[in-house]
């Protein structure tokens, strides 16, 4: 596959790809994602906004393939919900009128489970059918996949060849603490006073909790609702970003720029990929069928 990565982030589809392909180029907007993306990749993406980029552009990179995450604030729970309407759909739009002069061979669009059946899944659905694409739609998630962490995302696969449905694997998830740091940042723990105001509305894990809940991009901001904290003898904390990446199935050796902040290492985790997930939705597309 010769792949277009479109709203690259840290570069979960490269990862995800591994050696199934190469990535002709990636795009995205965020100097931290692409700071991130090129110390762990070796490479920059393109930081252009995607609603200008110019169809011919994407065409002459001669890519067979899409692997897109648009951003998901429009079609998430806890988002405006505005879906098309909202700024942040621009590029998607764009991209909706790119794939009819430049259509790839195959494509997958990662999403929140509210992306399904709104007008922008519509749209993606209405251009795949015109292009004579088959479609497979997967809602899956990493705790079906053995990994004690709730990421439900749906998976919008396409392609010239038929798709077929398959079941996710559906291994029960081990414990927690297979993915905790060796030792502890005491920095993490939060403080009395934060957790008599908050405490009552957090998601608490042990270490032998088989689940901890999906970690958003404000976590390092938000307490209720953003994902777990972690209950231990000495306290309660935060799970650290290494920790998340490796929920996640980040390499061991995945890094941030030394100087980023805390919170934007939660923020690009938080919009990333779960990688086991990603590349089992991505093998679909190479199964033979029949
Ligand atoms: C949901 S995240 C995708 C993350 C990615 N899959 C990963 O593994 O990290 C969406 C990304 O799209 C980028 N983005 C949002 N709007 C964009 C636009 N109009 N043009 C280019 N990039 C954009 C954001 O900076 C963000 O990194």
């Not at 998430?76 to 909202?86: I, K, Q, S, T, V």
């Not at 696969?157 to 060796?182: C, T």
């Not at 509305?201 to 958003?216: K, N, V």
Request: hydrophobic fraction near 45%.
């Amino acid at each position: 596959m010769r792949v277009l990565e479109l709203f690259s982030g840290i570069g979960g589809w490269r990862y995800a790809l591994g050696l199934l392909g190469t990535v002709a180029a990636a795009y995205d907007i965020s100097p931290a994602a692409n700071a991130a993306y090129q110390l762990n990749h070796g490479s920059a993406p393109l930081a252009r906004e995607i609603a200008r980029v110019r169809p011919e552009v994407f065409k002459a990179l001669g890519a067979d393939t899409w692997l897109l995450s648009p951003p998901c604030q429009p079609f998430c729970r806890m988002g405006n919900r505005e879906g098309l309407a909202d700024p942040r759909c621009r590029a998607f739009l764009h991209l909706m009128d790119v794939l009819l002069e430049a259509p790839p061979e195959r494509l997958v669009l990662e999403n929140v489970q509210g992306f399904l059946g709104s007008p922008a899944h519509d749209l993606l659905s209405a251009r795949l059918r015109q292009l004579g694409l088959s479609q497979l739609t997967l809602q899956l998630c990493p705790t079906s996949f053995g990994i004690p962490n709730l990421r439900p995302r749906v998976f919008i696969l396409a392609s010239h060849r038929p798709l077929a449905a398959q079941a996710a694997p559906g291994i029960a998830p081990v414990a927690l603490e297979r993915f905790l740091d060796p030792v502890e940042d005491p920095a993490l723990y939060l403080d009395p006073a934060v957790l008599a105001r908050h405490g009552p509305g957090l998601d608490l894990a042990t270490p032998e909790s088989r689940r901890s809940a999906c970690f958003i991009g404000g976590y390092g901001q938000r307490l209720v609702g953003s994902g777990s904290f972690l209950k231990t003898p000495r306290g309660i904390r935060r799970f650290s970003p290494a920790e998340i990446a490796r929920l996640m199935g980040l390499p061991e050796a995945f890094r941030f720029p030394p100087d980023m902040g805390l919170e934007q290492r939660y923020r690009l985790l938080g919009n990333s990929l779960s990688l086991p997930v990603a590349r089992w939705a991505l093998l679909r597309l190479l199964e033979k069928t029949g």
